[in-house]
């Protein structure tokens, strides 16, 4: 994408938008400004046990015990499931994942369910806590979640969560497509142009996406990016709006996930169509939420 960039400004130097979108990738990216290969995406749906758990995960994980404490806690996991081995080693009382694609498990302290978030089936006031991990950007009716997880948590139970990337971000495109296994491209390999998602017409994206890799895959991104429901759409403004207006006590909302941030024009284009859209910097948000 960087080389075909730089192919624009060889034709045409003054290119203002080339031009800022070239300069916000390799400040994101350093590697770019040499144009070295990008590392490999890691599949987040490859199964993994305590000693492989994707970075993000782990980071969660620290991230609760030293912000909320878990030991000693019952705790609901909402949108995943941490493997018990890693949760054990975190002293938890009980520990309860739901989530709609899960493998089901009952031990006497852990357990995996098949449910949805915004029909919990635990009783209320059954949790001291409840953590989820790169979920929120992904679930559809965020007030329903809110209100279940309030209703399963005791009286001054928190909530901790922290996810990433989210739609108003540069890469909140989310794309993530597998075929057989193996990753074609994900948000990770910067195929798409930061904020192309927000900023392009489908017509000049599936246009864009043709000359740099195929029409077939074009097409796929394309599909996923505007009618896929793996991903919310929601930006970074009504994410906190949700959070500051459901039941809850908020204790904490802040950038998490890294960032990137536009350039002047970017930014001035990204006001202009999304006037409400908040941080388009932030590439996720760390929460604590208090009953």
Not at 36 to 60: E, F, H, I, K, M
């Amino acid at each position: 994408m960087c080389a075909l960039i730089k192919l624009a400004l060889d034709r045409d130097p003054e290119n203002a938008d080339a031009i800022a979108n070239l300069q916000d990738m390799q400040a994101s990216d350093p590697s770019l400004v040499a144009g070295t290969a990008q590392p490999a995406s890691r599949d987040a749906a490859v199964a993994t046990g305590a000693g492989t758990l994707n970075s993000w995960v782990t980071d969660a994980l620290d991230a609760a015990h030293r912000i909320i404490g878990l030991s000693g806690m019952r705790v609901l996991e909402v949108g995943g499931s941490v493997p018990p081995e890693a949760v054990r080693r975190l002293g938890v009382a009980k520990w309860v994942a739901c989530d709609l694609a899960t493998t089901p498990c009952d031990e006497d302290d852990y357990q995996a369910l098949h449910a949805d978030a915004r029909a919990l089936p635990q009783e209320a006031e059954s949790f001291d806590a409840a953590y989820s991990v790169c979920a929120f950007e992904h679930f559809d009716g965020i007030d329903a979640v809110l209100s279940e997880i309030h209703r399963t948590l005791r009286p001054g139970g928190r909530l901790f969560t922290q996810f990433a990337p989210i739609w108003s971000s540069s890469i909140g495109h989310h794309v993530w497509i597998i075929e057989n296994g193996r990753n074609v491209v994900t948000f990770n390999d910067n195929v798409i142009p930061h904020w192309g998602h927000l900023l392009l017409e489908e017509h000049e994206l599936r246009n864009y996406l043709t000359v740099v890799r195929s029409a077939p895959l074009a097409e796929q991104i394309c599909n996923y990016i505007s009618v896929n429901s793996y991903i919310n759409r929601v930006f970074e403004a009504e994410f906190r709006w949700q959070f500051q207006s459901s039941r809850f006590v908020v204790e904490l909302i802040e950038p998490w996930g890294g960032h990137t941030s536009p350039g002047a024009q970017m930014l001035a284009a990204l006001r202009q169509r999304w006037p409400e859209g908040g941080d388009f910097a932030a590439h996720g948000l760390r929460v604590v939420l208090k009953k």
